[in-house]
C-alpha cells in the first residue's frame, strides 16, 4: 500500500465543541501534508463543519468524506430518565451517497431536535429509518460493540452486528481498530474484534480517532479539555487524553501499527473511493412536491392550473389561454413547479380549515397561475397585471409570494407546512 492510499477517516474538528482542537481546514491541510489525497470529518453529534470542510478540502485537492459521531441512546431517544439515559454509545457514520448524506443531516437533526440529552442521540428506529447510504464504523471503545468486545461477550457481538447490519447493510459495517496502545482496553478490544471479524465475516479498518493534528498540538488540546470540565491543568485527577497520540499519525506511523493486519489499512481507501457526494451550492433545492400517482410536478401543475383556469375563465379568450401557457412554459423553464404546488398546497389548506386568507398583495398578484390554483383572489388580466414583475428567466431570485394569514392561527399554517 502507497502512502497517499491511506486515509484518515475518523477525525473531529473544532466543531466537536470543546472536544477537539483543528479547524477544518487545518484537517485538510494536515492530510495535504501528509500526501494524502482524501479524508473524513465526523463530529461528535454535529454537522456543523461538513459545508466548510467540503468546500476547503475541494479548494486543496483532497477528496471530502462527510460523516457524523453520533451518539446512540441505550433505550429509546424519548427516554430522559436520570442514571439509565445519561449512557449513549458513539457510533461513526460515514456518508457514502447523496441519500446517505441526506440521511446523515435527518439523523443529526431529530437526535437534536427529539433526542437531546444531556448528548443529542439517535435511537434504533431512527438508525433504521435513515440507514441507507451509510458506513457505519464501530467507533471509540465506549462504542457498543467495543465494549462488548471488551467484555468478551460474545452475545451482544453478535446482536449489534445484526442489528447494524440490518440497518446500514452487511457489506456497510465496519470493525474499527484504533491505534491508541496506551488507552487501556483499546488493544484487548483490538485483538476481540480481529478475532470477531473472521468469526463473523464483518471487515476491518483502521482510525487513529483524531482529535488533533500533530503531537505538537497534544497541550493545547489537554488546555480545551480544563475548560470543557472547568478544571486545572494541574489537577492530576481530571480527565485527559494525553496517555496516546490522537493525532493525524502519517501512513508509516499506521503500517508499522498494523503491520500484522494490513486489510485494515487498505480498507480506508476501499471506503474513501466508495464515497462520492456532490454539494451543489448556487442554486436552489426545492422539496419535491409529493404528486398524485407520483407523476412529473409539472405536469400536475398543469393539470391543477387547467382545472382552475376553465372554472374562473368560462369565457376565455385566446389572450387568455396565451398567457397561462406563457407563464406556465416561464415556470417550467425556471424550475419552480414544486414551489408553486407547495404554495398552492398550504393555502388551499388554509382556507379547508376556515382560516382567513389575504386576497392577494405585491408581484405575486400578476400571476394567472397564482390566480387559477387559488393562492391569489385577483385576476390578473382583469386588472391588467404583469406576470414579468413577478417572475422572468432575467430574474435570479426565488418568486416572492406575500400571503396574509389570520394572525391567531398563522401558528397552524406553519405546524401544517413542517410536517407535510
Given at each position: ?56 478540502a475541494l479548494k486543496h485537492g483532497i477528496k471530502p468524506i462527510l460523516g457524523l459521531e453520533t451518539y446512540v441512546a441505550v433505550r429509546s431517544r424519548h427516554d430522559k430518565e436520570s442514571g439509565i439515559d445519561t449512557k449513549r454509545y458513539p457510533l461513526v457514520l460515514i456518508a457514502e451517497s ?214 374562473l375563465y368560462p369565457s376565455a379568450t385566446e389572450k387568455d389561454k396565451e398567457r397561462l401557457t406563457y407563464e406556465l412554459d416561464i415556470i417550467e423553464k425556471m424550475g419552480f413547479s414544486g414551489y408553486f404546488l ?79
Amino acid at each position: 500500500m502507497k502512502p497517499e492510499d491511506f486515509v484518515h477517516l475518523h477525525c473531529h474538528s473544532t466543531y466537536s465543541l470543546l472536544e477537539a482542537l483543528p479547524s477544518p481546514e487545518e484537517i485538510v491541510l494536515r492530510a495535504k501534508e501528509l500526501g494524502q489525497t482524501a479524508v473524513a470529518l465526523q463530529d461528535k453529534g454535529s454537522t456543523y463543519g461538513l459545508i466548510e470542510f467540503y468546500q476547503y478540502a475541494l479548494k486543496h485537492g483532497i477528496k471530502p468524506i462527510l460523516g457524523l459521531e453520533t451518539y446512540v441512546a441505550v433505550r429509546s431517544r424519548h427516554d430522559k430518565e436520570s442514571g439509565i439515559d445519561t449512557k449513549r454509545y458513539p457510533l461513526v457514520l460515514i456518508a457514502e451517497s447523496q441519500e446517505g448524506y441526506e440521511n446523515l443531516l435527518q439523523l443529526a437533526t431529530k437526535a437534536a431536535l427529539e433526542g437531546m440529552y444531556y448528548k443529542p442521540r439517535v435511537d434504533d428506529e431512527l438508525l433504521k429509518a435513515h440507514g441507507k447510504g451509510l458506513i457505519a464504523l464501530t467507533g471509540p471503545m465506549s462504542g457498543a460493540i467495543p465494549q462488548a468486545a471488551l467484555a468478551e461477550d460474545e452475545d451482544r457481538i453478535r446482536e449489534f452486528v445484526t442489528k447494524y447490519q440490518g440497518f446500514f447493510g452487511k457489506e456497510n459495517l465496519y470493525f474499527e481498530l484504533m491505534d491508541l496502545p496506551n488507552v487501556t482496553g483499546q488493544a484487548e478490544i483490538n485483538q476481540q474484534l480481529i478475532k470477531w471479524s473472521k468469526e463473523l465475516n464483518v471487515p476491518l479498518v483502521a482510525t487513529n480517532n483524531a482529535h488533533y493534528c500533530r503531537p505538537s498540538d497534544a497541550e493545547a488540546h489537554d488546555v480545551l479539555l480544563c475548560i470543557q470540565k472547568n478544571a486545572h491543568v494541574d489537577d492530576p485527577s481530571r480527565f485527559s487524553m494525553r496517555d496516546s497520540d490522537f493525532s493525524m499519525k502519517p501512513f508509516e506511523e499506521m503500517e508499522a501499527s498494523f503491520a500484522h493486519i494490513p486489510e485494515a489499512l487498505e480498507n480506508t481507501r476501499v471506503i474513501a473511493d466508495r464515497c462520492n457526494i456532490e454539494l451543489q451550492f448556487g442554486k436552489y433545492h426545492i422539496p419535491r412536491f409529493p404528486t398524485p400517482k407520483e407523476e412529473p410536478e409539472h405536469e400536475y401543475l398543469t393539470t391543477l392550473c387547467k382545472e382552475g383556469f376553465d372554472r374562473l375563465y368560462p369565457s376565455a379568450t385566446e389572450k387568455d389561454k396565451e398567457r397561462l401557457t406563457y407563464e406556465l412554459d416561464i415556470i417550467e423553464k425556471m424550475g419552480f413547479s414544486g414551489y408553486f404546488l407547495i404554495v398552492a398546497d398550504f393555502v388551499n389548506e388554509a382556507k379547508r380549515r376556515g382560516i382567513t386568507v389575504g386576497p392577494g398583495r405585491g408581484s405575486a398578484a400578476g400571476s394567472m397561475v397564482s390566480y387559477c390554483l387559488g393562492i391569489t383572489a385577483l385576476d390578473p388580466m382583469e386588472h391588467g397585471l404583469l406576470f414579468e414583475r413577478f417572475l422572468n428567466p432575467a430574474r435570479i431570485s426565488m418568486p416572492d409570494v406575500d400571503i396574509d394569514f389570520a394572525d391567531n392561527r398563522r401558528d397552524e399554517v406553519l405546524e401544517y407546512v413542517r410536517e407535510r
